[in-house]
């Protein structure tokens, strides 16, 4: 599976960004999907997840009820719709694919990895 993200750039407190990542390969829709997001000087961190059946999504407190994952199995995509955007929000944002969504909150059980979007939110 590769995967590209795309959608970040630069916004103000308070608004809003969507964040976009396709998929090749066939077998997107077995994956579980996640974000993650790593700022200057810190370990990359969890963001959200999304299992296979599109239902089931989990995130961190950090960003539970601004954040919002979907995904689409017919386009191979999932994206990441960031409302009331902090200045704390600003990191690269990462996609990844992996087959463990009890362990989804964990970099480590992801197989595959976008090359990650610059996020970066202005005070």
């Known amino acids: 599976v590769q995967l590209q993200a795309s959608g970040g750039g630069l916004v103000q407190a308070g608004g809003s960004l969507r964040l976009s990542c396709a998929a090749s390969?066939?077998?997107?829709?077995?994956?579980?999907m996640g974000w993650f997001r790593q700022a200057p000087g810190k370990e990359r961190e969890f963001v959200g997840t999304?299992?296979?059946?599109?239902?089931?999504?989990k995130y961190a407190d950090s960003v539970k009820g601004r954040f919002t994952v979907s995904r689409d199995n017919a386009k191979n995509t999932v994206s990441l719709q960031m409302n009331s955007l902090k200045p704390e929000d600003t990191a690269v944002y990462y996609c990844?694919?992996?087959?463990?969504?009890?362990?989804?909150?964990?970099?480590?059980?992801?197989?595959?990895w976008g090359q990650g979007t610059q996020v970066t939110v202005s005070s």
């Open positions: 999304i299992d296979w059946n599109v239902i089931s999504t």
């Open positions: 990844a694919a992996g087959t463990s969504y009890s362990r989804g909150s964990s970099p480590g059980h992801y197989n595959y």
């Open positions: 390969g066939r077998t997107f829709s077995t994956y579980v």
